[in-house]
């Protein structure tokens, strides 16, 4: 069975541009959320889908989106990117989203580097 | 607000000795509680979680945590600490209800296994 894939693992973009960042869910979970982590900041929760709907989101300027597609695939885009903006974006999939019976499953990430 | 406090950025252990890496939580009503591993430039591997079935869980790689609703804390244990054991560790916490998909996690612990 697949794990979660992110694509691509490294991006390097320059201040200013914007950034569409893939992943590709356990086949048959239907839930995914994305994660930014940074050195000072730690592991922050930036959004979750579910059925292409955002059902939860984080503390995050509106400059970080998301959407999520019929067959469960998400992308998440950043526009105007900032310094600060470089981090590992983590997607991680889940059947449904809840705690109780389920458990989120992290793909390896995406390295963005903003210059 | 929930929030998870992870004791010790850093801790470092012999090969063969206990590891005890220190979680506590600040919530209203007990939470799901989860411990993750991550090696470098992966993304995160669910050890264990918690989810009000038994206060003593046992995870992947001889890990268990014990759930400790007095101390509000879940602290997470391995009788004899192995090379491979060195990573970074996380404690996270999520509700039920509409947190769907949203983790809160610890600042992490830096575990190092010396021989």
Redesign the interface.
């Known amino acids: 069975k697949a794990g979660v894939t992110q694509t691509p693992r490294y991006l390097i973009k320059t201040r200013g541009q914007q950034v569409t960042l893939s992943c590709s869910p356990i086949s048959g979970h239907r839930s995914v959320s994305w994660y930014q982590q940074t050195p000072g900041q730690g592991l922050q929760f930036l959004f979750e889908y579910f059925s292409e709907t955002q059902r939860n989101k984080g503390n995050f300027p509106g400059r970080f989106s998301g959407r999520q597609f019929s067959n469960s695939r998400s992308e998440m885009n950043v526009s105007t990117l900032e310094l600060g903006d470089s981090a590992l974006y983590l997607c991680a999939s889940s059947l449904v989203g809840g705690a109780m019976n389920t458990e989120a499953f992290f793909g390896q990430g995406t390295r963005l580097t903003v210059v | 607000a929930q929030s998870v406090t992870q004791l010790g950025s850093h801790v470092s252990v012999s090969e063969g000795a206990l590891v005890l890496l220190r979680c506590n939580y600040s919530s209203s009503v007990p939470?799901?509680l989860?411990w993750?591993v991550q090696y470098p430039?992966?993304?995160?591997?669910?050890l264990l979680?918690y989810?009000s079935a038994a206060t003593l869980v046992k995870g992947i790689n001889g890990f268990e945590a014990e759930f400790k609703k007095s101390e509000t804390s879940f602290h997470l244990t391995k009788p004899s600490a192995h090379m491979s054991d060195a990573a970074e560790y996380?404690c996270?916490v999520?509700?039920?209800g509409?947190?769907?998909?949203?983790?809160?996690?610890?600042?992490?612990t830096i575990l190092t296994v010396h021989p």
């Open positions: 939470p799901y989860f993750y430039n992966q993304g995160l591997q669910l979680k989810t996380f996270a999520m509700h039920g509409t947190s769907y998909g949203k983790l809160t996690f610890g600042q992490g």
